[in-house]
């Protein structure tokens, strides 16, 4: 863990739970690709810049999640490098609190402001390619959050940040968290088709080839629509449907997982109403789901 891994002429990555990528420019300047996910990864972050002797000028991030932008703050006080993130994600670096209101839609209680969902602020702004170094490409990857993108390096790796999850996590969680079903989708089906000579997913073995995982990444995304629609053959509240892919899926009842859950059943719901293919009803107080015949 923590080890700086080769990838290409002046492309790397630094290998720890959300790899971070590397990218030497200018002979010793350095680009991180997200910054991990508190003040203890980002200090082992700069260590082995500095032991490279490299000088961090610029983080960019794909994304906003707190386990991508949480050294942000801290690299940015050692160094002053600047801090470049999507639009609409650029505004939850620099105001973490949005990211636990967004996943619970009213301002969060303190217990779920945790770590895992509010990162230390930061200084963001909004990524253009111009401020980039030469050659490096920006991706679109929405889906997965709101404006997630990533970053294709000269060296024909790209950074894909967490617009894939690893076979592991499919098989454990099952529930991958998003924010846009329809645009999650659109993603995986440019991916499937996308090339280049290494792919980096943030949670997932870096590859040339990632054809099988972009498969089961759909397989799954279409097995929980299927559950969804199953069940939608009776009318059910939000939490029944929640209720019962937590149960189907055995999964762990704790507060983060839960969320997680909650909020990825309802980007489900907003593209399955939208596509006409489910609908809306109140009965007795309650807002019931039920399928469209
Ligand atoms: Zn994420």
Request: charged share 30%; with cysteine.
């Amino acid at each position: 863990m923590f080890e700086l891994i080769k990838l290409g002429k002046n492309t790397y990555y630094i290998d720890c739970p959300s790899k971070v990528g590397v990218y030497v420019y200018n002979k010793n300047d350095a680009m991180l690709i997200d910054s991990e996910n508190d003040e203890d990864s980002a200090r082992k972050i700069l260590r082995i810049l500095k032991e490279n002797n490299l000088n961090l000028k610029m983080i960019v991030n794909t994304h906003s999640h707190a386990d991508h932008i949480g050294g942000n703050g801290f690299l940015q006080k050692r160094t002053n490098c600047k801090i470049y993130a999507p639009e609409i994600e650029e505004a939850f670096v620099n105001n973490t609190i949005l990211e636990s209101s967004l996943m619970y839609s009213a301002k969060p209680f303190l217990k779920l402001q945790n770590k895992y969902f509010k990162a230390k602020e930061s200084n963001a702004e909004k990524i253009d390619v111009k401020n980039l170094p030469d050659g490096v490409e920006i991706i679109s990857l929405k889906g997965h959050s709101p404006n997630h993108v990533g970053i294709k390096t000269p060296d024909d790796v790209i950074f894909i940040g967490d617009s894939l999850i690893s076979v592991e996590t499919l098989e454990k969680y099952h529930i991958a968290y998003l924010f846009d079903a329809k645009e999650y989708l659109n993603t995986l089906k440019m991916l499937e088709n996308l090339k280049a000579s290494c792919f980096v997913p943030s949670h997932a073995e870096a590859s040339s080839d990632i054809k099988r995982l972009v498969k089961l990444n759909i397989d799954k995304a279409y097995e929980i629509i299927d559950k969804i629609l199953d069940m939608l053959k009776e009318e059910k509240t939000q939490e029944e449907i929640i209720q019962k892919i937590i149960l189907d899926y055995n999964l762990k009842q704790s507060l983060n997982q839960y969320i997680i859950v909650k909020t990825t059943i309802k980007a489900y719901l907003s593209y399955l109403c939208d596509e006409g293919i489910i609908d809306f009803c109140f009965k007795d107080g309650k807002m019931y789901w039920l399928k469209v015949n």
